[in-house]
Each structure stands twice: as structure tokens, then as C-alpha cells.
């Protein structure tokens, strides 16, 4: 593919993250999954993932002054997981740019989590290589501006499953159970899909992620906004 190819291909993606590339390959590469070939972004991604880990630790030190050192660490963990940059790569529709070997193509790995993270940290690197660290983590900023904002750290200095099941208890309910939905992959790059059921609440939420672990936080996000919205409903009927 030329460049000329490789800009037009890129154009709508550049626009989300509000970064032109001057050097286009770059983007590519971030976008290149090992299974497609070299170069690949698997390079990126340790670069990417200490741009993104500073520059989130720096929005939540500037913006929680008050916070201790693990608290801090506890946000930042919720920030820069699986799931969210998952979410984020959805929002920017990444999946539709990345370049994927025919088996990663036929099991959906353009819509598989691991693989969604890893190009977004390694787009991070791209930036920071077409440009410099700080047009990098001006974009990073960018992206997560809202999500740093909307932090209660009362609510979120806990990870998800430890708010759950305190939210529970709290209320003299049952503790959930996690069990698991499927499992994919090799050892080196598994992909889990996990429910977390309520029990008696009839709540049973889902979650996915290239750990066991990850899956269960993400199931258990998603189980306390049906909590919520379950406590909700009523309260409004009393």
C-alpha cells in the first residue's frame, strides 16, 4: 500500500484522534497485528503503555490532590485496563482500520478486546513517534478527560468486584458468583468471557478480557449499574 493509500485509509481515524500523521506507516504499524506479518505493533505497545500510564497518573494527581499514593494507584488501574481501552477503541472505531492475519480475521479479532487495547496503546506510540511525547499525551488527555472527570474517588478508589460485593453486604444480600461463559486462545494471548450473577436479584452481567480477572471486574462493573438501577426502581415503587 502507498502512502497516499495509507492516508486516505487513515484520514477519518486521524480526525478522531485529532493527530494528522505526517508519517502515515506508523499508524499502520500500530495497527498491525503480529498475526498479519512485520512489522508489527507488539513494539508500540511498550512504549504506548508507559505514555498512557504516565499521562493518566499525571491527570489523577493534578486532579485528586488529596489522594494517597494506592488510591491513586487504584484509579489509574481502573483507567488503564482491558476494558477501557477497549471502549475507547470502539469510540474511535479502530477495529475497522486494524490489519489482521486470516485466523484473527475469522474468529473476530478485530472486535476482541486484547487486540483493541493493544492497538490503542501502540497508537499512542505512533503519535509520539510522528511527533513528540507531548503531542502524545495531549491526545491521551484528550481521550480521557471525561472518564477522569467523572471519578468519584469515594466510589472508584476500589475496584469494581470489592465495590460490589461491599455494596452487597451493605444490604445483607447474597455474594455474587463469577463463572465462566468461554475461553479462547493461547496462553500468551487468552480471552475469557464471564458472567456475574446476582442470584435472587435476577441480575446476571457479563464481562470480557485477556484474563480471568479482567472479565470478572468488567462483569462486575457492569452488575452494580443493574444494581443501581434495580435499587432504583425500588425505591420509586415504595
Given at each position: ?229 434495580a435499587l432504583a426502581v425500588g425505591r420509586k415503587?415504595?
Amino acid at each position: 500500500m502507498t502512502v497516499t493509500q495509507n492516508e486516505n485509509r487513515f484520514k477519518r481515524l486521524s480526525t478522531a484522534l485529532d493527530h494528522p500523521f505526517v508519517r502515515p506507516e506508523l499508524l499502520r504499524q500500530a495497527l498491525t497485528h503480529r498475526s498479519f506479518g512485520s512489522p508489527n505493533n507488539e513494539r508500540f505497545e511498550f512504549i504506548g503503555d508507559s505514555i498512557l500510564n504516565y499521562t493518566v497518573a499525571r491527570m489523577l494527581f493534578d486532579r485528586f490532590p488529596t489522594l494517597t499514593e494506592g488510591e491513586l494507584s487504584r484509579l489509574r488501574a481502573n483507567l488503564v485496563n482491558q476494558a477501557t481501552l477497549a471502549e475507547i477503541a470502539h469510540e474511535l472505531v479502530l477495529g475497522d482500520y486494524l490489519y489482521l492475519g486470516e485466523g484473527e480475521l475469522k474468529s473476530g479479532g478485530f472486535n476482541r478486546p486484547s487486540i483493541l487495547a493493544d492497538a490503542v496503546e501502540a497508537t499512542f506510540a505512533a503519535i509520539s513517534f510522528d511527533a513528540d511525547f507531548n503531542e502524545a499525551e495531549r491526545v491521551v488527555r484528550r481521550l480521557y478527560r471525561s472518564r477522569v472527570d467523572a471519578i468519584d474517588p469515594k466510589s472508584h478508589a476500589k475496584d469494581a468486584k470489592t465495590r460490589l460485593q461491599e455494596a452487597l453486604q451493605a444490604r445483607r444480600m447474597p455474594l455474587p458468583r463469577y463463572r465462566i461463559l468461554a475461553q479462547s486462545g493461547e496462553a500468551h494471548e487468552q480471552w475469557f468471557k464471564v458472567v456475574c450473577d446476582l442470584g435472587d436479584l435476577m441480575i446476571e452481567s457479563t464481562g470480557e478480557g485477556g484474563s480471568r480477572r479482567a472479565a470478572e471486574q468488567q462483569a462486575a462493573e457492569q452488575a452494580l449499574l443493574e444494581l443501581d438501577k434495580a435499587l432504583a426502581v425500588g425505591r420509586k415503587k415504595k
